[in-house]
């Protein structure tokens, strides 16, 4: 269907014609990018920043991706956003930064002074309101009629504690795009959580060889191995036991029948040290020495009971402990049971978040090219009211080869690049998917096919929302 121009659709070049195969082109191919380019990337929600970074009236940040510049601003009536180019002859009013190795963010606050062009010196309010044309009598009046003058304002939607921008006036809301994901992740309170620290690194791959590195757990045993080791020797591996039913989440959370728990555990929670060093936000420190803490608790010797035992008794001790401290954290144990979450939870185009207790880690991807991207990292969790940090403003940009990055990423970064080299080998023509785990890659390619083909934005809109919990999942009937 997608391939036919029949019926208002646009031919796809290259397009997923095997649910199980996806054609290497699509990760190097110019011609492919510039349509990602023109069909995909102006009609999607885009995580433009996060909302600490402007927590004050007046206090904005600029937001770049594929050549648009976007201005989002706090004013007093909420979130804001304006494409950044002055009314008179194009500048960019603030910032106009351009996404590189030396990336840095432009930001400030506009209470006082307003949106000062460089250029000629035209104002702009917060609300993108012109105040001021110099030399007003040099033009006709036509040509500085308020309306024509004004900021042009970006949609700008806020969820999980961001600020989403589109650049489609047309588009479904954010909510109707990513679906019931939104609502779990309201339920756990993500919206309060504070970035610690925010890593960044330009990658030689296309944006999505980077991002379908994490969309799946399969590749841990190789790439990750000191937590394919990190569990007792009777560890069920879903990936390597056709007779387990699990969920790589319910695996790292669960024993063998006749286990002892004592065991299981202690490779538990080496297992948590080694998320906490490699990816700090995934599991925090505090929630690491809590569980310490709970190892003497006289529990079943059965880990098949010990173990789901322990977990609960960590949520609560978790939730009680930092709530204690003014920390906004949900009763965890309780909504890991009415909107559970997965270990890994991709927001389609470009965010993921990766959740197990009171914290997360975040992931943004953008594309410099057909072969290049931006890939950033966040740590965040809950803090005290009035005890939140200095919001992150910017990465600390590093090579991708750094040993400054944290062990997780450095590893994932060590395939990353060399993967691209590989996909020009002679004779390699698809990605050949396993679809009872690699599902997740299938259907967002699949989604951005629909893009690229016209599909209806509705039915994109229904699709997405199949994304959600998705990670190491089965590939899905998107419905177009």
Request: with cysteine; hydrophobic share 35%.
């Amino acid at each position: 269907m997608l391939k036919s121009a029949d019926g208002g659709l646009r031919a796809v070049p290259f397009p997923v014609e095997d649910p199980e195969r996806i054609p290497v082109q699509r990760y190097y191919d110019e011609d492919f990018y510039k349509l990602e380019l023109e069909h995909v990337w102006p009609h999607v929600w885009q995580n433009a920043c996060r909302l600490e970074q402007i927590a004050e009236v007046g206090d904005w940040i600029e937001y770049n991706n594929v050549g648009y510049s976007i201005i989002v601003v706090r004013t007093k009536d909420g979130i804001k956003a304006f494409h950044n180019a002055c009314r008179h002859r194009g500048v960019p009013f603030a910032g106009g930064s351009t996404v590189d190795s030396s990336h840095s963010v432009a930001h400030g606050n506009c209470k006082k002074s307003g949106f000062v062009c460089p250029f000629h010196g035209w104002r702009w309010n917060m609300d993108g309101e012109n105040t001021f044309v110099y030399g007003k009598h040099l033009f006709s009046e036509r040509q500085i009629d308020p309306d024509d003058i004004n900021l042009v304002p970006c949609r700008v939607e806020t969820a999980i504690g961001c600020a989403w921008i589109n650049l489609d006036d047309d588009a479904p809301s954010l909510r109707e795009s990513l679906g019931p994901v939104l609502d779990r992740f309201d339920a756990h309170l993500s919206h309060k959580m504070r970035a610690e620290w925010c890593f960044g690194t330009i990658l030689p791959a296309n944006w999505k060889v980077a991002m379908e590195a994490f969309m799946e757990g399969y590749h841990v045993m190789q790439t990750h191995p000191q937590l394919y080791k990190a569990h007792s020797e009777d560890h069920v591996d879903t990936y390597n036991n056709p007779d387990s039913g699990k969920t790589s989440l319910e695996a790292s959370r669960s024993a063998d029948e006749g286990q002892k728990t004592k065991v299981e555990l202690a490779a538990q929670i080496e297992h948590f040290e080694l998320l906490n060093e490699g990816m700090a936000g995934m599991i925090h420190a505090k929630e690491v020495e809590i569980a310490k803490e709970l190892l003497d608790t006289d529990l079943p010797e059965d880990a098949s009971v010990g173990v789901p035992m322990f977990f609960g008794m960590l949520m609560k001790e978790i939730t009680e402990r930092l709530q204690a401290k003014g920390e906004p954290v949900p009763d965890i144990l309780a909504v890991s049971q009415s909107d559970p979450l997965v270990a890994v939870e991709y927001l389609f185009p470009h965010y993921f978040l990766l959740p197990v207790f009171s914290s997360m880690s975040g992931y943004r991807i953008r594309p410099l090219g057909p072969e290049k991207c931006l890939f950033e990292i966040w740590s965040m969790t809950a803090f005290p009211e009035g005890e939140e940090p200095e919001p992150v403003m910017e990465p600390t940009m590093l090579p991708f080869d750094s040993p400054e990055f944290p062990p997780i990423p450095r590893q994932d970064y060590s395939n990353i690049p060399i993967q691209q080299k590989g996909l020009h080998s002679k004779g390699f023509q698809y990605m050949r998917l396993a679809k009872g785990v690699e599902g997740l890659i299938s259907n967002y390619q699949r989604i951005i096919d629909g893009y690229l083909a016209g599909v209806p934005q509705e039915k994109l809109a229904k699709a997405n929302n199949l994304l959600g919990g998705n990670f190491d999942g089965q590939i899905e009937d998107l419905g177009f």
